[in-house]
């Protein structure tokens, strides 16, 4: 009688090739040993290190180039760009709810938010840089970015800092209490009361400078996730998940690099 479980269809099935294989002649297993290996499709569509790369690299393409073009035609700074600031950044922050929690690794909907990422970006960098009174700000907001993924990549490397359990913990535990404290400044904004965490201020300083700490020990966390995820053989669609967060990360490392200039350089 045939087993209905898969598990044991499985079984069944490599004793039957045991079978086989002790039947066949001296000459037919010397063949079949001599043959070239060929990688079946389950070991094909496991993750790499170059899908993460290669996804990572679309997504920030794609971010990067609707930032670009947000920047170049939204003009001169007017109120009307205060709206659509908190109006992309709620989409995103929204859409990112949604992929994290339900660990989307549909293309689609991960460049359609880094687009909608792209524009938040591209609008902040522009009322950011016309408070500095320096678009430059914008440029050294990047290469610092650059850098210092950089050095908590070259840290996470050579083990610094290790990714252990404990660690882990602090870093979630200590990004969900600054997210919850900016969620509360907002609303507090809402009604003229805000304390000033996302704000441009002193306050505003301190948090930002909080804030960069915070995802440069992100960025830890998403290395260790795709070791992980290549260590345990993940489907090769898990890189959209490892991309998407790379980018959640390094835009909130930037704009808190960008709020730091602009705060700094708008007290000249």
């Given at each position: 009688?045939?087993?209905?479980?898969?598990?044991?269809?499985?079984?069944?099935?490599?004793?039957?090739?045991?079978?086989?294989?002790?039947?066949?002649?001296?000459?037919?297993?010397?063949?079949?040993?001599?043959?070239?290996?060929?990688?079946?499709?389950?070991?094909?569509?496991?993750?790499?290190?170059?899908?993460?790369?290669?996804?990572?690299?679309?997504?920030?393409?794609?971010?990067?180039?609707?930032?670009?073009?947000?920047?170049?035609?939204?003009?001169?700074?007017?109120?009307?760009?205060?709206?659509?600031?908190?109006?992309?950044?709620?989409?995103?922050?929204?859409?990112?709810?949604?992929?994290?929690?339900?660990?989307?690794?549909?293309?689609?909907?991960?460049?359609?938010?880094?687009?909608?990422?792209?524009?938040?970006?591209?609008?902040?960098?522009?009322?950011?840089?016309?408070?500095?009174?320096?678009?430059?700000?914008?440029?050294?907001?990047?290469?610092?970015?650059?850098?210092?993924?950089?050095?908590?990549?070259?840290?996470?490397?050579?083990k610094v800092i290790r990714v252990t359990a404990k660690f882990k913990r602090f870093v979630v535990a200590a990004t969900l209490g600054f997210f919850l404290l900016v969620m509360v400044n907002f609303v507090l904004g809402l009604f003229g009361a805000s304390f000033g965490a996302s704000g441009l201020g002193g306050l505003g300083l301190v948090f930002a400078i909080i804030g960069v700490a915070l995802a440069c020990f992100n960025l830890m966390l998403d290395f260790d996730y795709v070791d992980q995820g290549i260590a345990a053989g993940a489907p090769s669609k898990d890189a959209w998940f490892a991309a998407f967060g790379l980018t959640v990360t390094l835009v909130w490392l930037y704009i808190e690099l960008l709020r730091i200039l602009a705060i700094l350089r708008g007290g000249d």
């Amino acid at each position: 009688m045939q087993s209905k479980n898969p598990v044991f269809r499985r079984r069944d099935a490599f004793q039957s090739a045991g079978y086989s294989a002790s039947s066949m002649s001296s000459e037919q297993l010397r063949e079949m040993y001599e043959a070239p290996s060929y990688a079946g499709p389950a070991s094909r569509d496991r993750m790499t290190l170059d899908d993460v790369v290669a996804r990572t690299a679309m997504t920030l393409g794609t971010l990067i180039v609707v930032a670009a073009a947000t920047w170049y035609l939204s003009g001169p700074v007017q109120a009307s760009h205060f709206g659509l600031l908190i109006g992309a950044a709620l989409v995103g922050m929204g859409l990112g709810f949604v992929i994290g929690l339900k660990h989307v690794t549909n293309p689609a909907i991960i460049l359609i938010y880094a687009a909608v990422e792209g524009v938040f970006v591209g609008l902040a960098s522009k009322v950011l840089s016309a408070y500095a009174g320096d678009d430059g700000i914008v440029m050294q907001a990047v290469l610092g970015t650059m850098c210092a993924s950089a050095a908590m990549l070259a840290m996470y490397k050579f083990k610094v800092i290790r990714v252990t359990a404990k660690f882990k913990r602090f870093v979630v535990a200590a990004t969900l209490g600054f997210f919850l404290l900016v969620m509360v400044n907002f609303v507090l904004g809402l009604f003229g009361a805000s304390f000033g965490a996302s704000g441009l201020g002193g306050l505003g300083l301190v948090f930002a400078i909080i804030g960069v700490a915070l995802a440069c020990f992100n960025l830890m966390l998403d290395f260790d996730y795709v070791d992980q995820g290549i260590a345990a053989g993940a489907p090769s669609k898990d890189a959209w998940f490892a991309a998407f967060g790379l980018t959640v990360t390094l835009v909130w490392l930037y704009i808190e690099l960008l709020r730091i200039l602009a705060i700094l350089r708008g007290g000249d």
